[in-house]
């Protein structure tokens, strides 16, 4: 049985790809990533120490799910906007207020970091064999 061993582009899971979302434009990497692990970790651990006996308070546990993804996994944005019409640059504290205060905006960006078919190889007709 022949089996792909390099169906994802490793580039792609960790630097994202662009995608578009009710008029933005956002560069998406795969949830999970290197990146994001190591912030889920760093961030974690800074809860931690804040509140060692782990009584954190319910905003910051959702502030820091926030924060991770902001850091981990999207990776830039274009034609974002305010409410006002104002552009908003990205940054992982813009991102991160974002997140928290647009849900479904925030739930379409994860669903979009856990689809494996955004990751994937360009395959040519060579490779593709029947199993």
């Known amino acids: 049985m022949a089996f792909n061993f390099n169906r994802y582009d490793q580039e792609k899971i960790s630097d994202g790809t662009w995608e578009e979302i009710d008029g933005g434009q956002f560069k998406i990497a795969k949830s999970g990533n290197p990146r994001h692990l190591e912030a889920i970790e760093r961030i974690g651990k800074e809860l931690q120490e804040k509140w060692p006996n782990g009584d954190i308070p319910v905003i910051k546990r959702i502030e820091a ?59 040519i007709e060579s490779q593709k064999k029947k199993r």
């Open 65 to 123: 799910k926030a924060k991770e993804f902001a850091e981990g996994v999207l990776r830039d944005w274009k034609e974002v906007a305010n409410t006002d019409g104002d552009s908003v640059p990205y940054s992982v504290e813009n991102a991160t207020t974002l997140l928290m205060n647009d849900e479904p905006l925030y739930e379409a960006l994860m669903r979009k970091s856990r689809d494996m078919a955004r990751f994937e190889n360009k395959r």
